[in-house]
């Protein structure tokens, strides 16, 4: 069978707050959390902006304890609970998905406050990877009310599992600011 995706999700901040948004997915529309920092075209460690520009999406991470397998086009991977993402600039593994323990700064994929039950990896800071530009930039769940995140998107439990049955390999998020 065939499927067909779309070709580009576009993200765009809210005049009225700069820590929330909205996403756009062909006839779909999705609020949004954002960085805390608002978005910026010159994203760095730490600064909680959420990066303007345009991204391949490079795969996606679930749950399987907590929900199905989700009904997508891109890569899925299971989150196992020794799964980490290095956000420490002085590792030579920086950006990437790690195992753990780890000695250096990282993020847990296997997160109590379950944010992270279904995460998309928007390929920041991916090619080439760029010490201090920012880490761990994704597509995921959000807290109640839509407050702000350390720089991802992220959006209600229900409206994630529409969003990915319209992605595939191909899709590009272009995060407008």
Known sequence: ?????????RVYRSALDHSKGRIVAGPLVIPCALGRGGTRHDKREGDGASPI????????FYRADNLSRPRTGLALRRIRRQDGWSDDPRDRRYNRLIPLPCATGHEKMWRDDHLYDVVVDIGWNRAPTVRGRGSAI???LARPGFTPTEGCMAVDKRMI?????LIGPRTRIEIVG
Do not use: K, Q
């Open 1 to 9: 069978m065939i499927r067909s995706y779309v070709n580009t999700i």
């Open 53 to 60: 520009g345009r991204f391949g999406l490079l795969g996606a």
């Open 138 to 140: 994704f597509l995921h």
């Open 161 to 165: 599992a529409r969003l990915l049955a």
